[in-house]
């Protein structure tokens, strides 16, 4: 099984990292594919280009094992639809499960996604949840997707819906840019070969 972790990544941060990570190991995931869109269509479009983001979070991940960084989204024009990305993944290897993994902030939103339906069609879900969080008012054709048993997403190649338990670092990349913008230190919230990155490129500067 291979996962799927899309997001804006502006920048990547140790609430990524770590999650992907804690995903991995507890669903036994061969790999974690890290895919920055290009343009995100359910949100503002960031000021820093994909191929930056990109570079930050090659930076972020190089040398940890398993995880990729995938620039799928960048090399397609228009949206970048999660739909059309896991529809590609799974045209390359049919034979491969995909398990989209989303936070559960971005999880409250999937019935807004493009398609959203079908992404049930190329991949199982998997929504990061902090401890002690339950699930309700779920839309039906959600609800009949979940499963209570993480053992289930390798009996079917598709089509189930999943809450995983993880520590969430309680870190955004707002929060990193609004720091940075202020004049403020983002040590230890994400890795500091990106912050490097962001000050050799005067990235997130306020402007004046
Ligand atoms: P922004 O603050 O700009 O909205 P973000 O920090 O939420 O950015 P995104 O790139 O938008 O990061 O998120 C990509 C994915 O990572 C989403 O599924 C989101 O829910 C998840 N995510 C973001 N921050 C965390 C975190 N601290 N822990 C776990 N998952 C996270």
Known sequence: MIGVFGGTFNPVHYGHLRTAVEIKALLGLEQV???????????????????????????????????VADRCELDRPGPSYMVDTLRALKAKQPEQTLVLIIGGDAFLGLERWHQWR?????????????????ASD????????????????R???VGYLWFQQV??????ATRIRQLIADG??????????????????GLYQAVS
Request: proline share 8%.
């Open 167 to 172: 520590t969430q670092l309680d870190i955004s």
């Open 118 to 134: 079908r992404l049930f069609d190329f991949a199982h879900v998997v929504v990061m949840m902090r401890p002690g969080f339950v």
């Open 33 to 67: 594919r890290l895919i920055p869109c290009r343009l995100p269509p359910h949100r503002e479009q960031p000021d820093v280009s994909a191929e930056m983001r990109f570079a930050m979070l090659q930076l972020a991940i190089a040398g940890a094992e398993g995880l």
């Open 184 to 201: 403020g230190d983002a040590r230890f919230l994400l890795p500091d070969q990106v912050l490097v990155f962001i000050k050799q490129h």
């Open 155 to 157: 009996q079917s190649s």
């Open 138 to 153: 779920l839309h039906p054709e959600l609800q009949q997707r979940v499963i209570v048993d993480p053992c289930h997403l």
